[in-house]
């Protein structure tokens, strides 16, 4: 291989092109040529046995500025609807649900505290510029995405504002399930119908029997269940026992989920 390189460059020495290689592109046809050829021949040797690298790193970019390196998925994917559920996550990427919930992850791995609405010195500034677009100082909101006291929809605002489709509107957890029907380019799935999850949806919580003003979250892992067995799925979410949350679904789309609560269903990008 050295031997290749140093004839190369011998070549382009004598042909005086290596220093035209430098000077605004002047003589330089001669040298393009040969390191063409001299590129062929390094290929063909490394296709012949040479060593070779593979890098096997994934960035994951969503939305303005946001650019989170992940780890390999420790876990094979199954039509799309493995991902990791600890730290350093990764979810598959292609859609736009698997990209609102890898922006979910994102945010959801910088959160702590029980209830976890406080957030690290690393969280995406995209995510903090967003917030404080739609709630500046002196908003009636602008409080709910302070460090120490984020709110549940921040998360999931922040979620589709990473992922380039920032929501239309936001209200209060437990509104998202009637303000959202009929919204163009949503859907909603109950789960009194058999409803499922999918990657990417806002999982709606009801906790009006405890006087609460409910709760949402982010669907990152999804595996269905069968006639036999229970499924999981896990939430990405802010203002909740923990940061991520995994959990049985049943076949007929009932959810296990905290004493008082209830998964109204999920609301899904069309």
């Not at 190369?8 to 330089?28: D, W």
């Amino acid at each position: 291989m050295l031997l290749w390189v140093a004839w190369l460059i011998f070549l382009l020495e004598s042909n005086g092109t290596m220093a035209g290689l430098q000077r605004n592109g002047k003589g330089c046809f001669g040298g393009w040529v040969l390191l063409v050829v001299g590129i062929g021949l390094l290929l063909i040797l490394m296709s012949n046995g040479m060593a070779a690298v593979v890098i096997g790193t994934a960035t994951y970019s969503s939305g303005a500025g946001v650019g989170d390196q992940a780890n390999t998925a420790s876990s094979a994917t199954t039509n799309g609807t493995l991902c990791r559920v600890r730290k350093q996550h990764q979810c598959p990427s292609g859609t736009y649900g698997q990209a609102v919930a890898s922006a979910a992850v994102t945010i959801a791995d910088h959160l702590s505290g029980s209830p976890d609405t406080s957030y690290d010195g690393t969280i995406p500034v995209a995510a903090l510029d967003y917030w404080n677009n739609v709630c500046p100082p002196g908003s009636l909101c602008f409080g709910d995405w302070q460090q120490g006291s984020l709110q549940c929809v921040f998360l999931v605002t922040g979620a589709f504002a990473l992922a380039g489709h920032p929501l239309p509107f936001a209200p209060n957890a437990i509104q998202f399930w009637a303000d959202y029907q009929g919204t163009p380019g949503f859907a909603e799935f109950a789960t009194a119908q058999g409803a499922l999850p999918e990657i990417g949806d806002i999982a709606v919580m009801d906790d009006s029997d405890l006087g609460g003003v409910g709760h949402v979250a982010v669907v990152i892992n999804v595996t269905p269940p069968t006639a036999t067995h229970t499924g999981t799925v896990t939430f990405a979410q802010a203002n909740a026992p923990s940061a991520f949350l995994t959990t049985t679904v049943a076949a007929n789309g009932s959810v296990a989920i905290w004493p008082g609560f209830t998964v109204l269903g999920y609301i899904r990008t069309t």
